[in-house]
């Protein structure tokens, strides 16, 4: 599905194949690998996992251990492949504005970049926040090379499995459950800058729409050239991206009204597509559903306490003073 665009000989750079290649040379893919691992450092890794089978990893043509990514290649190899391959991997870098400016270095002028994403409405990101193109700007103008303490303590207090899996596609909900306790979620966050040790997290979060709204967001205030060529809805736990050049001059052609007609037009879907999740809820759980009219009685009864409360008190304060006018009055007519 990913490569279904993408010929056998055309030179493919898959990023982190890990255990699960989507390109493997294997099947006559003519493609370049780069991992955080040697094959056989990922072999002792994934070794005895239930359902991982170690024989699908590939020999590892480049291992980067962090940095810039684009400098894990050979220089004369920059600007020589035609596409950039990277399935859930978007989601872990730490800048993910500097992972699209490497794409930009390896691939040729007409390269695309193209993406696996995980929706973070069928995965245990499921409580998670959409991520804003603010965050990435911080991200990317700090440089940011290594995940932060907040990241770290948010991924993992707030991750959540639904029975016995991490990530459940459209599967009904059989009881959705926390997966780590706070404390140690605390104790991670304490412990992160003294920790040299890398911890794989997922540092943003998307559904279709605020993918789109981010790329276009990041095109309009020059940071990147990549633009959504185009976008395929979710299966299971995942949709799929291609992007490719030209995105800032498509931008340019824009007036600010259209970008922001755009911008309001994403952002209405993307509040909409995460409202499958309250859907996907209570499908599970039904019984929430009956709680939602007390909640709102709740919070109506709170507002009209509020309002109400300093009107009784000042109608009460003008019946006093209106009654003690009245006896004024009478003693006055007695005197």
Known sequence: MLLEQVPRDARILEIGPSFNPIAPKSEGWNSVSIDHLTREDL??????????DVGRIEPVDFVWTGGILSEAVPLEQH???????ASHVIEHTPDLVAFLDAAATLLKPDGVVILAIPDKRYCFDYFQPLTTTGQLL???????????ARLAFDHFAYAVANGGTIAWGQHPSQGIHLVHGLQDANHLFRTWESNSDY??????RFVPSSFELLMLELARLGETDWRVERIMPTRGCEFFAWLCRGAVAH???????????????LLKRSLLETQAQIEWLLAGEPELATQQPT?????ATSWRRRVNTPLRLLVRGLRRRS?????????????
């Open 295 to 299: 909640a709102m009685q709740r919070v």
């Open 79 to 85: 600007g020589s492949f035609d596409a950039f391959l």
């Open 138 to 148: 911080e991200a990317h103008t700090s440089h940011r090379s290594r995940h932060t």
């Open 251 to 265: 931008a340019a052609a824009l007036s600010p009204q259209e970008v922001d007609a755009q911008r309001i037009a």
């Open 199 to 204: 911890t794989d997290i997922h540092a943003w």
């Open 323 to 335: 009654a003690l006018a009245a006896i004024l009055k009478t003693v006055k007519g007695k005197a």
């Open 43 to 52: 072999v002792a890794k994934y070794i005895g996992h239930p359902g991982v």
